[in-house]
């Protein structure tokens, strides 16, 4: 089985890297762009078959090393197996 | 309106980021997990209203900042205006 796992910094918490980049496309002419966030994918290729079972693992996957969940919310998407 | 743009490396090219998180999930007792790959997440909020013209200007910052289009592909998702 296949998932994605989508890890971003909660609103509120403050984002330089994203910031960071909002500024260099402003330099390079792209006046437009308001705000930036930048986050993490991690795709993970898995023997767990069963749907609900691999979500759970995911999800404790994501609570033990994936995201810090003091600052960051995650989002898990199973692809097909 | 709001983009998000997905950065992986291309297959084939080697993932040591990846490749640490998998090891790390195998040690954490979480067995079944074969393959690990590790990209970027960047959402973008800007003036842009038009969906065509969205899509083309952030093909451009893609192929001018946000991606390493030599290592990297990237995948462009508008969201809703």
Request: charged share 25%; hydrophobic share 40%.
């Amino acid at each position: 089985m296949k998932a994605r796992v989508t890890v971003m910094l909660k609103s509120g918490v403050l984002d330089p890297q994203g910031k960071a980049i909002g500024q260099a496309l402003n330099r390079l002419g792209f006046s437009g762009v308001a705000d930036v966030r930048q986050g993490k994918i991690i795709e993970i290729e898995f023997a767990e078959t069963d749907q609900t079972q691999a979500r759970s693992q995911l999800a404790e996957m994501c609570e033990k090393l994936l995201a810090n969940t003091v600052i960051e919310n995650y989002a898990i998407e199973i692809k097909s197996s």
